[in-house]
């Protein structure tokens, strides 16, 4: 080969190499200035922007937390609050990933059980310490979320977790409201043989292995029962436990439970009670609007959690609430508290419950209860009669006790795993996590 | 020509082709395998921040774990029966697809339609099937209506049944693929084949397993290559349908290791788990490879 | 391709004298053929169109009626409001947007970087060519799964969480390997004298793959480039953990978003999933002959 051809074949090449090259690192650039853009929270005029991602908005009338918000920018001219909305099991996954990713949204939605884990990850506030420093007076905090002492979020707003029953279908049974276990059973029978629909159904699936707390262990809580010992430590074997394992086998054992239960999420749930597939759940309160929406028409109350028989006590009544936190490393620290003293305040938090059919988390509102919806009127009756329940709250890896528990239930009731041997495997795992 | 073609200019020419794909296969696959690695011999990787080297103990958490077995039992079922659905139902409906005996034009709808669940989002079919195989959903209501069904059937949460089902889901959503590949292959013979083997008497029969079957011999082996790889990655499908459940039932590899990482946050405990799911498809690529190699 | 041969083939039946079904008359024979073949075609597409069919009448029916018991095939009331619902939603065309910018990106992209490498894999040969033909192999191999835990961190690292820029390199590098395989297939068919000749009139090397090989191969283009928009336009896992913000999601996100915390809204998710999957129906119908074509010379030798 002559020198002339091999130059040209380098010149060539290089040229290749050039052009080529350069399209690669265009590619990367682009992509590095256009997020740059992104990530930034935009101060050009001394305005702030501050997320603020909960699973709240689709589960209130429309506009309603909007217009809070929008009051809240009024007020605050200097901020502006970025709304990032979602439902709640994949808030829960971005709040995972943005605290894995050093991404957290500045102010955010906070389910009890999940404080425990972010708190120690130290990818949430402590908010103790920030009350101190902006000389918030906490009193007017009806409770506070704690971890070691320290208060990492704040309830929003409560929701309790009555029994809801379909009037239509109990009148087509002819069944009366029960009120104990046993009544419980034999109702769901008379409703599982005298109608289309199932008697009682409970979400199980492991997606989000919550339905232990929704639909399982407020039987345990309404009897008195606990799952824990007196110091906190888990109990998972006791003997209050295992009879409302017991209980749920028998109903699952009986045919009365809604089929599909053992993947069902807990909409999949509360759409078999909306469609009046299913005469009786345990639910939210906050399901109330939309039962209402979805289906205008049917009739349904809401009444206390049946309870073991010959149990007189007090009633645990299950709540869960909407807390707020805010991230350990938001750049605007002092903007963010603002806008939870805002969602604290007496007016705003009332107005937030009143949508929400829930009730507040600022002590010195009183729900009104005026327009309410007549169902929740009953609830606040329930709510008050009992003394409100959330073992999971601010446990370990709560979810993942859930989880632990929510198999071994599976293994209970699809394969009839001795109920001894389940839930001394759950205590067994139980005591490893905590 | 030739010997300008191995010259070391022309090399560096080649190379400088390839530097974008090297490049990004460098940052975005080279090195995230690395990291991962990196990230399955220490403990609480990214949710501590001062993670200490713990060696394979993770790797060793791993295979004594009664649910990566599950998973990996569930795996295997679940890919094998998909693989070998779509083998068949490819082959049959390329098969009806290059028939000579309709005109083009009802083939192309036919063919159209033939293609349509592969044109659909994983999302979507998810979620489809979802609402048809609800217990009182349509699937139960046309099965218990002929009789083939006595009662309504819990496709989706009863554990006997919900691999077949999610199976079943897999196998409508990605036998297309199979089909137009060897459709392709079909339209590939040459007529002349045919027409030689029938004047020497051979039925269609015969025909398809002496011509049809070995010329597409390359393109079934291939496929079935890569489809039992992309079949063992599929993810969204049962997430988006079981999550894994009801118990461990349609737990797979991927619904395992994911759920490792981001329902219980560990992340070094499911690189682990990772790392062995690449193995395994390291496996099948060395096969592929192995292939690819004798075709060329 | 197909048309070429089909008289022939048709020829080939007329005349030809099988031995399975002696004592029929060709014409009988041919009958009984057709028959089968029919019902087979209409077996397989009700097998693959009736769940479609399903979708399509359940985006018409409202949220009641989905959960009806016994199910009716048509609404009594049907109602294209779902659809209309998400076509006036901000948010949800948004997400269209969105799958649109980064679908039609990757393909570009893709396909740049692809037919450059094909190229270098075709024409060329240097050393260590085996070994990167075997890394772009196996690259398939990769689950997903696999590369999601340390993703985050480096697109975080790299500034590119949560952008479009984060997703499309992503998806690139899910797409390229089979881009790459696929083109180098396809240049392979081509002859080394249509390039050749061009660089012993004194094109470069560039030029040869830009104005010879490149015009040529469109039809193979646009088989890669559907696959492609398959992909990017279909993905889930990554979609959902490297965005954050509605502005930034793409349809299949926006059709899990909308099965809230408490409810489905089944008609709309089926509106959506009709609306999401058109434009991958309407690209396959306009371009299935090239599709089908590329995919021949992407995996048929002979």
Redesign the interface.
Known sequence: ?NSA??SR??L??????T???A??VG??A???S???G??DGGDDDGQVTIEFMQ?WE??LPDGALAGLIEQFEEENPDINV?L???????IK??V????????MPDVLGLAGSWVH?FAT??SIANLTDVMTEYGYDDSQLGAQVRVDGSAYSIPVVNFAYPMFINNELMEEAGAEVPTTRSEFVQVAQQVTDAT?ASGFVAAL???QPNGIQIDIMPWNWASGGTMLTDDGGPAADNEDVHETVAFIKELWDAGVM???????A???K??EF??G?VAMMVS?L??IN?IRE??PELDFSVVPMPVVDGYTGESGVRYAEWGIGMSANTEHPEESWKLIEFIMSEDANGELSGFANGFPGNANVTPDLTDADPVFQDAFEIWQAGYPASEFTGLP?A??LM?IFD?EL??VL??DKPIDEAMSAVQQEWSGTF | MTSLRHSRGNAATAYAYLSPTLVLLAVLMALPIGMVIWYSLQNNVITNANPQLVGLQHYIDILADSQFHAALRNTTVFVLASVGAHLVLGLAFATLLNTPLLPNRIKTVFRTIFVLPWLLTVAIVAILWRLILNPSGVFNYVLTTVGVLDAPKEWLGDPALALFAVTLMNIWYGYPFFMVSLLAGLQGISADLYEAASVDGAGPIRRFASITVPQLRPIIISMTLLDLIWTSHQFALIWMSTGGGPLDRTELLSTYTYKLAFSQYMFSTASASAVFFLLISALLAYAYVRHQKARD | MATPTLPRQRDRVATAAPAVVRGLTTRQRRRIALVLTVTGLVLGATFAGAPILWMLLSALKSNSEIFAYPPSLLSDNPSIQPFIGILQDPRQLRFFLNSYVVALSVVALTLLVAVHAAYAFSRYEFPGKHLMNVVVISVQAVPPVTLLIPYFGLMVALGLYNSYAGLILTYIVFTLSYAIIMMTGYFNTLPRELDEAARVDGTSSFGALWRILIPISLPGMVSVGMYTFMIAWNEYLFALTLTRTDDMRTVPIGIQLLMGQHSYDWNQMMAMSVLGSLPVIVLFVFFQRFFIGGMTSGSVKH
């Open positions: 080969m051809v091999r074949t380098t060539r090449s290089r040229s290749v190499q052009a080529v090259a399209v690669a590619a990367l682009a992509g590095c256009s997020a740059g992104e990530v699973w689709p589960e970025e990032l909305s979602g439902p709640f099991a994949s996954d971005q995972i990933a943005g605290s894995a990713s050093g991404t884990d990850q130290g289309d699936g492991l997606e809604a089929p599909g239960g053992l993947t069902m807990e909409q999949d509360v759409e909306t469609n597939r939210s906050a399901h939309l979805n289906s890896l979810d993942e989880r198999q599976q293994h699809a394969e």
